[in-house]
């Protein structure tokens, strides 16, 4: 495949993934087993920091940095199913850790080498076939992160046209958020509801079965009012399309 390549790709798997949806994280493992890349994961590895850094508490922001560094320094590449994760590790960690000379250094090596899903098979690898099959409509959901941070747009997009048998439909704003924001839907929950209404009512109106993304966060987020509306349109994170 183009970008074949024999560096053992380190899995960085989000807390919600690890917690709640591992499936993604065994759907990313096939993927590259899939392509004959070495994988690792670490076992010693914890949460990026995201939540604390989001919530403004810097101090235990930069703990959870330097644990991320010290795990994950030395590993070759490291890649997530997560653009919001990804976004931390390449944009705030270096921002945190500004002040101390050598962890900074650190910071900047780690950021470099860490590649959300999508943009690690398609802009590092060049690859956007990956052989998948479903059968059905597919639309896509653009996560903040992913999308403004990192620059995620056309790579999940030509992954998803290559999977036999799908069709993607795209909504409308498909680009506006889902009003999940981390701790933004524990302190504005009737906002976050009623951003959540407009995307699931997106969703609903291209007929798809099942709504794909980079970001279990915003896709757990899309399911509970999906639920609530007792409509059958699933859920799907990107690595479990690819990986079919």
Partial sequence: MPGQQTQTV?????CLVDVMYPEVGVAMLKIFRKLGIPVDCPTNQTCCGQPAYNSGYRQQARTAARKFIEIFEHKEVIVCPSGSCVTTVRHHYPDL???????HRRAETVSGKTFELTQYLVDVLGIDDLGARYSGKLTYHDSCHAL???GLQEQPRRLISNVTGAELVEMNDSDRCCGFGGSFAIKYPDISTAMAKDKVDNIIATGANAVVGVDISCLMNIQGLLNRKKSPVKILHIAELLAG
């Fill in 10 to 14: 380190s899995l960085f798997i989000q």
């Fill in 97 to 103: 850790l500004s002040d101390e000379p050598d962890w």
């Fill in 148 to 150: 403004r941070a990192l």
